[in-house]
């Protein structure tokens, strides 16, 4: 039987047919790794960042390197990852290096990084710059700054620098000082101002002074190149400038290079030297505007006292004239002379009322109770005795016209009627007087009402008129 072209594997090899090769997964994974090891080792890769999430908990960084056909895992541990010197950001441009490593329980492969340099920019830049905008959002300077810039001192009794004492720096600053004023106090701390420790040395020598008595500090270093000057472009120092209690002058390098002390500091000076003239005004100038002041502090104090001799001999002349002695006898003779007034006119106001007394008791004489009394009963009982007769000549009117009134009333007097003959009926359901024969009917029964009060009962049996239809 042909078994064709490709042999089929059975429970039990059929002799005389060649097999071919069988590898396991695991051995072939491991050939791929050591077929990578051998001929790729390491090498450098470009692509664009994406699926970062940021350190993980161990500080381990995982994200991927893609371009427009594919896309690579990269892992960077976390000791070569503390010394990146910029933020890695979703989709930057991204050189990496380091060696390709498959994991053979998945299968997969991933690139090992130990270096990374964002493409077309330079690492230590873009960190730099990534730092100044993150301090610029904080308001450490740029136009968000938390504190304005402070204004220096006009003459510092103390002035305190950080520098390396053995550098040109510190040299260049005390020679033009001590020219321009021999006499200003200063207190130096020596720091190292290059290299990896510099940075922790600035901010140490820089606390020192903040807690002495200095009226400003300054942070100098001589020119250099950028990695020279790397260590005033530290977060740490830069935060500390800004935290300094008392003006700060950031001296470093030379005009064109600006570091991130330059901005946080109140005043930049492009070179220590600069730094020293901004501190220390000419004290030649000082004396010679120091004599002018007091030139003219003195011809100010004279004008001042032929002023005040002035006023004081015309407050002397005013207390001439208002002398106590002189206010008092002007003052007696006042008084006199409004006593004799006030003594005049009490007179006058006295014999006035006395007068006034007599002519009310003259007509208080002639209102005597007891006369007006005496006069009042006497006419009281003339009108008495002229209403008594009026009361009983009314009554007797009263009298006479009541008896007329009494007269009219009886003449009209229904009894009056019925004494002369005549009879009242009265309806006796009703108990209405019957005024004419209209409304008398058969039946009805009557109350005769006769003089003398008495009444009798009758029915009516016959009509006096003739019924209606």
């Known amino acids: 039987m042909n078994a064709g072209p490709f042999p089929i594997a059975s429970s039990g090899r059929m002799k005389n047919t060649p097999l071919r090769p069988l590898l396991s997964v695991s051995e072939l994974t491991s050939q791929i790794k050591q077929a990578i090891d051998s001929h790729l080792g390491r090498l450098w890769i470009q692509g664009e960042v994406c699926n970062y999430k940021g350190p993980n908990a161990r500080g381990h960084l995982y994200f991927s390197l893609k371009d427009d056909k594919a896309s690579i895992d990269i892992k960077m541990w976390a000791t070569q990852a503390q010394n990146l010197r910029f933020r890695l950001e979703e989709g930057m441009a991204l050189l990496a290096m380091g060696t390709v490593e498959v994991y053979a329980p998945m299968g997969r492969y991933s690139l090992i990084a130990a270096h990374l340099e964002p493409e077309g920019f330079g690492a230590q830049a873009l960190a730099l710059q990534q730092l100044k905008t993150r301090l610029a959002e904080e308001g450490l300077w740029g136009p968000k700054r938390k504190r304005p810039p402070r204004p220096l001192p006009l003459l510092p009794r103390r002035i305190g620098i950080v520098t390396s004492i053995t550098g040109a720096a510190l040299r260049d600053f005390l020679k033009v000082l001590l020219r321009r004023h021999p006499r200003l106090s200063i207190l130096a701390r020596d720091a190292r101002v290059q290299g990896t420790q510099a940075a922790a040395e600035m901010v140490a020598a820089l606390r020192q002074l903040y807690a002495s008595d200095v009226d400003v500090v300054v942070l100098a270093r001589g020119g250099g190149s950028t990695e020279d000057l790397a260590a005033f472009n530290e977060e740490v ?225 016959a009509p006096l008129l003739e019924e209606k239809p």
């Open 237 to 461: 120092l830069a935060r500390t400038v800004f935290e300094s209690p008392v003006p700060i002058v950031s001296a470093v390098g030379h005009e064109v290079d600006v570091s991130l002390c330059d901005l946080t500091a109140d005043v930049r000076a492009p070179t220590p030297s600069a730094a020293a003239e901004l501190l220390s005004p000419v004290l030649s100038e000082l004396e010679l505007q120091l004599g002018l002041e007091r030139r003219r502090l003195k011809n100010a104090m004279q004008r001042l006292l032929a002023l005040s001799h002035a006023n004081l001999r015309a407050l002397s002349q005013r207390l001439l004239k208002g002398h106590p002695q002189r206010n008092l006898a002007k003052q007696s003779g006042l008084l006199h002379h409004h006593k004799a007034k006030l003594q005049a006119a009490w007179q006058k106001r006295v014999t006035s009322t006395q007068n006034q007394l007599a002519e009310m008791y003259n007509a208080l004489h002639g209102h005597n109770p007891r006369l007006l009394l005496l006069k009042h009963q006497q006419t009281w009982g003339a009108l008495g005795g002229r209403l008594v007769a009026h009361m009983k000549a009314a009554l007797e009117s009263r009298r006479r016209h009541q008896g007329l009134l009494a007269a009219q009333l009886e003449a009209l007097s229904p009894l009056a009627v019925l004494s002369r003959g005549y009879a009242l009926l009265k309806d006796e359901a009703t108990g209405r007087w019957l005024l004419s024969p209209e409304g008398i009917y058969i039946g009805q029964g009557v109350e005769i009402h006769m003089a003398g009060g008495r009444g009798l009962r009758a029915r009516i049996v």
